[in-house]
């Protein structure tokens, strides 16, 4: 148990901590430990701290690279970069003021020292274990006269014990983060009925082995609600995953999905929660009522409730109603209350809810609905017999019951009108006492003008820089990972408003920032939570000041309608997206050309054959957001789009089944891009039916391409006007050296920029209208092997010194000729400075692809330009290939030794 005292002095740290940004540290209080032996827990007189030291092996090292990232790296920075508060201990350089043998770094783990708070999240075997880390990777390398070494004699000299501590607590932040009042996800709503999904037979794992699509499992009468708003209803701080009571309006379909109550919200399974694949979150607690996936309103053309959304290929429907019929228009964001917004024919409608209890304390759910003029008669199903439904009095509505359900019908005669629905898991005298004391229904047009800040809190934080000496520098813009909302803040998409000195990024985990301060002038820039509740934001963009984001339900435009920097109304610019509850098919990049259409890509699902058109699909929006259009399909996992100057695009895409590796496709309308599990395939499976990518890409060299981007801006000198790949396997930036054939075929490679690999995997990049840098967003979640930290905001910069890059790449009969950034020294031209080799791959459906006839080819010769950039390789043997790789050793004009590393295909030999 932590004590009073220690909590209070906690809360007077954690406040010296973040003033420290700007205070001498010398006026901080005298070196000595900030917890008292009196506050600290029973069971630290116990620790076997010789035993936890010997047990260090390569899986604590693990745990504590784990913790590292997720506590410490914030703070005190890594090898490239320092941290976030400037006084903090640099590992790899600095010296240590309390003392450097491991039981003495225990003690300020445990204990505190000046601005050190104590770690007490952390149990004695996790501070052990993040010790180990900082020991292994930051002292015993590069900072030596910090590293003690452990003797027998000193493990006898520490104090005795026999106990471990508590076990590790597992650390679910997706549980802890306050998500706002709502969160759009895919829920399944689950009833005490539900049956239970199937599970994959032996027979069918083995033919999933072989590459076969994998069956869905599925249960019999799963009741999910692809596109739900989850709101919560009842009072209280920590957002919805906090609550105890909530409902969930499917936006498709403009259906009441389902109520329900109790603890725990929902089981948290899902790739942007606990990283789960193959699963899709399922409501917790007691279900009270739901309906299943259909309309929620009659067709007001026909009175009818008949589904004439895109019907999948295994019988199910997806996607939202014809507009026609109904449409959702956005949702407002009130204090506490969320208010949807949408029409049904012509008639406008505002939708909100309340949660009262009856006298039993049964819980009742009041749908306030403001209905607009209508021509036609209008038809809500409000639930399935045997539920509680119940009007407001005075309701110009009637109840009836329609085969299963109770619907509530509406004439267009006494249209407009106000109305509430009292909804309860059984009819009852509490409900109709409830429902009877309401004699005006609530009026919902105040809660759309803009209401009060919800995250006022604006927070500071640090910008880090890496030494001038390379070509690029970089700069870390550090996230406050400790904010009021223990956001994970995992960033996934940004642009800058015009002049650049402010950046919007939005997070997987559906919050919307912006970042102020980047003009340069100041070493501190300010963050503020601007938006928050979206379902997987994968891309951004700003148009007209106006902020778009793409997510995996929709587009979303947000509008801040009062002024006080934050979204009120979160306006649905285009919810054409099919979407079912399959984890992989993420909607992933945002771009737009000079007439206002939007650009993503819709990834396929993994391992399973296709349901709906948009799988596997790059999607324009029209600039009024009225309609989609598929250019492209044969996608796997395009991760990002990037609009060419031409119009044309490039869409990554991932290694996988039908990917024998990872690819970069020049883009083309109406062209197919390979995967056969992408929806309307070509039948012809052969690597001639599909479109050829400008390169595959081997995993080693970079696991997980983003987005590309062409390089706008006279602050890259040389490289301006150059094509640059972000990695999100590696956390590393490549240029792009390419060629077309005479058949328009391009064909090139990648080459790594001399830049270290950040700590997480960077997803998108925009170049600063200001400074004209680089400025890139990352995370870390599946598919990376760049996990020190959950998210990352960067801001790369070129120096101007010589970078050896090459910016073209030709492939002729019998050469390769490149060019480099920078002049060399003519001893590079020797073949024994060249080092080339030659591999194809085999696609297939199953799940990537060995290097098949491999070998190494001769470099016969070697030439050098007049301009010292342009090198020649003679190759006699030079074939055409899926995969080449050339390592350079190159020796500048300046003296300067480097080595540089090409990865490329030829697709064909343009004759000299």
Request: charged residues 25%; contains cysteine.
């Amino acid at each position: 148990m932590i004590s009073t005292r220690f909590s209070a002095l906690l809360i007077l740290v954690v406040s010296l901590s973040r003033f420290a940004l700007a205070q001498d540290i010398a006026s901080l209080p005298p070196g000595a430990p900030l917890l008292p032996l009196s506050a600290l827990p029973a069971y630290e007189k116990e620790i076997d701290h010789a035993g936890l030291i010997r047990a260090w092996d390569e899986k604590s090292l693990e745990r504590g690279k784990r913790i590292y990232g997720s506590i410490c790296q914030n703070c005190h920075g890594d090898l490239n970069l320092p941290g976030s508060i400037a006084q903090a201990l640099r590992f790899g350089e600095g010296k240590f003021q309390h003392g450097k043998d491991p039981y003495t770094m225990y003690q300020t783990l445990t204990r505190g020292w000046r601005l050190m708070i104590p770690q007490v999240q952390l149990v004695p075997e996790q501070k052990y274990d993040v010790i180990h880390y900082i020991r292994s990777v930051y002292l015993k390398e590069s900072n030596p006269s910090q590293w003690t070494k452990v003797t027998d004699e000193y493990l006898a000299g520490l104090p005795k014990g026999s106990s471990k501590g508590p076990v590790p607590v597992i650390r679910e932040p997706w549980k802890d983060q306050d998500y706002g009042d709502f969160q759009i996800y895919t829920y399944q709503m689950m009833a005490p009925d539900t049956l239970p999904a199937p599970v994959m037979t032996k027979e069918q794992r083995i033919a999933s082995r072989s590459g076969q699509p994998e069956p869905d499992l599925l249960s019999p009468n799963a009741n999910i609600a692809f596109k739900t708003i989850a709101i919560r209803l009842d009072a209280g701080p920590g957002g919805v995953g906090a609550g105890r009571a909530w409902v969930g309006f499917e936006h498709d379909t403009l259906r009441l999905a389902g109520a329900w109550t109790g603890e725990g919200f929902i089981d948290w399974n899902g790739i942007s929660y606990n990283g789960k694949h193959r699963m899709h979150p399922k409501t917790m607690g007691e279900l009270q009522f739901d309906l299943p996936d259909g309309p929620g309103w009659a067709n007001p053309a026909t009175g009818e409730f008949d589904d004439l959304r895109i019907e999948g290929l295994d019988g199910r429907r997806f996607g939202p109603l014809p507009r026609s019929w109904g449409h959702y228009r956005g949702l407002y964001y009130h204090g506490s209350r969320i208010v949807i917004s949408y029409s049904v024919g012509d008639a406008s409608i505002l939708e909100s809810y309340r949660l009262e209890k009856d006298e039993t304390e049964v819980p009742v759910f009041v749908r306030v609905l403001n209905i607009g003029k209508s021509s036609k008669d209008l038809i809500l199903r409000a639930a399935e017999k045997g539920r509680g439904v119940v009007l407001s009095t005075k309701a110009k509505a009637k109840i009836a019951d329609d085969g299963a359900y109770r619907t509530v019908r509406i004439a267009a005669a006494d249209t407009p009108l106000n109305l509430e629905l009292y909804l309860a898991k059984e009819d009852s005298k509490g409900l109709n006492k409830i429902a009877g004391k309401a004699t005006v229904a609530e009026d919902l047009k105040p809660l759309t003008q803009g209401g009060p800040a919800h995250w006022p809190e604006e927070l500071s934080a640090l910008v880090a820089h890496s030494s001038e000496e390379g070509a690029f520098a970089f700069d870390r813009l550090t996230r406050p990972v400790v904010n009021p909302w223990k956001s994970r803040i995992r960033t996934s998409g940004l642009d800058f408003m015009p002049g650049g000195n402010e950046a919007v990024l939005c997070c997987w985990d559906g919050d919307v920032w912006k970042v102020s301060g980047l003009n340069g002038k100041s070493d501190i820039v300010t963050w503020k939570r601007i938006a928050s509740g979206l379902f997987q934001p994968l891309g951004l963009k700003i148009i007209n000041e106006e902020i778009y984001v793409i997510c995996r339900d929709q587009i979303v435009r947000l509008n801040d309608l009062n002024g006080d920097g934050e979204t009120d109304f979160y306006e649905s610019f285009n919810s054409d997206h099919q979407v079912t509850e399959h984890f992989h098919e993420f909607a992933m990049g945002l771009q737009s050309d000079d007439e206002g259409n939007l650009y993503y890509a819709k990834s396929a699902r993994h391992a399973k054959a296709p349901l709906v058109p948009h799988h596997g699909t790059l999607i324009k929006v029209s600039a009024d957001g009225s309609k989609s259009e598929i250019i492209a399909n044969g996608f796997r996992a395009a991760n990002g789009v990037c609009r060419n100057p031409d119009g044309t695009f490039i869409v990554t895409d991932q290694e996988g089944h039908w990917n024998p590796m990872n690819r970069i496709n020049w883009v083309k309308k109406g062209g197919f891009y390979g995967n056969m599990y992408s929806y309307g395939a070509s039948e012809d499976s052969s690597d001639s039916a599909m479109e050829q990518p400008l390169c595959w890409v081997d995993k080693p060299f970079d696991r997980s391409p983003s987005e590309l981007l062409w390089i706008e801006s006279k602050s890259w000198g040389v490289f301006d006007g150059k094509l640059l790949n972000l990695s999100y396997g590696h956390g590393r930036f490549e240029i792009v050296p390419h060629e077309f054939l005479e058949n328009g075929q391009p064909q090139g490679g990648l080459c790594r920029l001399p830049i270290p690999d950040l700590p997480t995997g960077i997803m998108r990049g925009r170049f600063n209208p200001d400074d004209g840098q680089l400025y890139v967003c990352g995370m870390a979640a599946w598919g990376t092997q760049q996990l020190d930290q959950g998210g990352g905001f960067y801001r790369i910069r070129y120096t101007g010194k010589p970078a050896y890059l090459p910016l073209e790449l030709k492939a002729k009969k019998g050469a390769m000729v490149i060019e480099f950034s920078d002049a060399l020294d003519p001893s590079t031209a020797k073949a024994s400075n060249f080092a080339v080799k030659v591999w194809d791959l085999k696609r297939s459906a199953k799940y990537g692809s060995d290097h098949y006839n491999e070998r190494v080819i001769k470099v016969a010769a070697v030439e050098l330009g007049k301009d010292r950039k342009t090198i020649t390789l003679a190759i006699p043997d030079l074939p055409e290939t899926w995969g080449m790789e050339i390592k350079c050793q190159l020796k500048g004009a300046n003296g300067q030794q480097v080595e540089r590393v090409i990865q490329n295909t030829i697709h064909d030999l343009v004759r000299p």
